[in-house]
C-alpha cells in the first residue's frame, strides 16, 4: 500500500471505515484489519464507537506508531469550547496520547467558521493531535478554511464514488496539497458494482468490482479511500488493490459515471455544494 504526502502528513491510501460498526464486532474487525495489513483506521465522535476502535487497536499488537488514527468533531460542538470538549472526550475514548487526524465532521452555518478552525489549530499546538483537516467541506467553505488556518489542512474527506462528480472539490485540493479523502468509495456496495466499465475491467483484471472501484480512487494522485466492511473476509479484498493498474482508458470509462450525479449523504444540515 502506498501513503498519501498532503502537507508534512503521510495518509495510508485505505483506511478502514468504522461508521455503524458497533461492539465487539467492531473491536474484533479493527482487530482483524490492523493484522492483516490496515494501517489507517476512520472513525467519529457521532459513531458511538471510539472505545472499540482503541481496543482493537490494542488487542491488535500492531505498534500505536504505524496506525493512522483519524476522528471527527460533530457539527453540533464546533463551537469554541465544545470543540475543546469532544476532541479531547474522543481521544480519552479511544485510549491514546495523540490523534494522528482530527477533522471538523461538517460545517455549521451558525457557528462562524473563524472560531472552529482557531480550536482546530488549538488542538494540534496541544499536542491532542499531530494534523488537521475538514470534513464535507465544499470549495467555497475549505477557501475560507485555508485562509483561516495557522497550520496546513491536510484533509478533506468527501463523499467520493464513481457516481459523483468531485472535479471542483478534488481540485481545490490538489492545488493546496490537501488529500481528498474519499467517503462511501463503493456507493455503499450496490447498483455501481453492476455497471459496465467496472464489471469489464474486473474480467480483465480478475479482480472483484469493488477492487476495481477501491482502484480508480487511489490511481488518482492526493485520494484516499476509507470503505466500511462488516465482512471480516472483505478486509482482504479491500486491500488487495495495490497489484495491478487500471489503463487510463480504464479510469476515463469508470469516471464517465459521473454524470448520473449521485449524492448519498444529503441532509438538512449539508452545506451548498459545488455544481457539476
Ligand atoms: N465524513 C463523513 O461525513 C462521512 C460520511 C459517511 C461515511 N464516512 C466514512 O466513510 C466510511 C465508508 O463509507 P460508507 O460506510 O458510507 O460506504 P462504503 O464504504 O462505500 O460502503 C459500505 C458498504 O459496502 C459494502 N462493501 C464493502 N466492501 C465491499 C466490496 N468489496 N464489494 C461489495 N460490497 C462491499 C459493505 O457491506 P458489508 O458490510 O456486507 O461488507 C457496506 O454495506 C464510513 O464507514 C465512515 O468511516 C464519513
Redesign the pocket.
Given at each position: 500500500m502506498h501513503d498519501v504526502k498532503a502537507n508534512g502528513a503521510s495518509i495510508p491510501a485505505i483506511?478502514?471505515?468504522?461508521?455503524?460498526?458497533k461492539g465487539d464486532e467492531c473491536v474484533d474487525l479493527v482487530e482483524h484489519a490492523l493484522k492483516n495489513g490496515y494501517r489507517h483506521l476512520?472513525?467519529?465522535a457521532s459513531?458511538g464507537n471510539e472505545v472499540e476502535v482503541g481496543e482493537g487497536l490494542r488487542g491488535s499488537g500492531v505498534d500505536r506508531d504505524q496506525v493512522f488514527v483519524t476522528t471527527?468533531v460533530w457539527w453540533t460542538d464546533i463551537a469554541p469550547g465544545d470543540f475543546e470538549r469532544s476532541a479531547e472526550a474522543s481521544l480519552t475514548r479511544l485510549g491514546l496520547d495523540r490523534l494522528d487526524l482530527l477533522?471538523v465532521?461538517?460545517p455549521n452555518p451558525k457557528v462562524p467558521l473563524e472560531g472552529t478552525i482557531r480550536s482546530l489549530n488549538a488542538m494540534r499546538e496541544q499536542g491532542i493531535t499531530r494534523h488537521i483537516g475538514v470534513?464535507?467541506f465544499p470549495t467555497k467553505l475549505l477557501a475560507e478554511a485555508i485562509r483561516l488556518s495557522d497550520a496546513p489542512l491536510v484533509a478533506n474527506?468527501?463523499?467520493n464514488?464513481p457516481y459523483l462528480d468531485q472535479s471542483k472539490v478534488y481540485e481545490a485540493c490538489r492545488k493546496a496539497d490537501i488529500a481528498m479523502?474519499?467517503?462511501?468509495?463503493?456507493?455503499?456496495?450496490?447498483e455501481l458494482?453492476e455497471e459496465q466499465a467496472i464489471r469489464t475491467a474486473a474480467e480483465q483484471h480478475g479482480k472483484?468490482?469493488?477492487?476495481i472501484?477501491?482502484r480508480w480512487q487511489v490511481q488518482q494522485d492526493g485520494v484516499v479511500?476509507?470503505?466500511?466492511?462488516?465482512?471480516k473476509e472483505?478486509l482482504a479484498?479491500?486491500i488487495g488493490i495495490f497489484d495491478f493498474t487500471l489503463s487510463e482508458e480504464e479510469m476515463s470509462d469508470i469516471s464517465a459515471l459521473r454524470n448520473a450525479n449521485r449524492r448519498?449523504?444529503n441532509y438538512d444540515f449539508s452545506p451548498e455544494w459545488d455544481s457539476a
Open positions: 483506511g478502514l471505515g468504522t461508521w455503524t460498526l476512520d472513525t467519529a459513531y471527527k477533522l465532521h461538517w470534513s464535507n474527506q468527501v463523499e464514488h479523502v474519499a467517503y462511501s468509495p463503493l456507493y455503499r456496495g450496490g458494482l472483484t468490482p469493488g477492487q472501484v477501491l479511500a476509507i470503505p466500511r466492511t462488516s465482512r472483505r479484498e479491500n448519498i449523504a
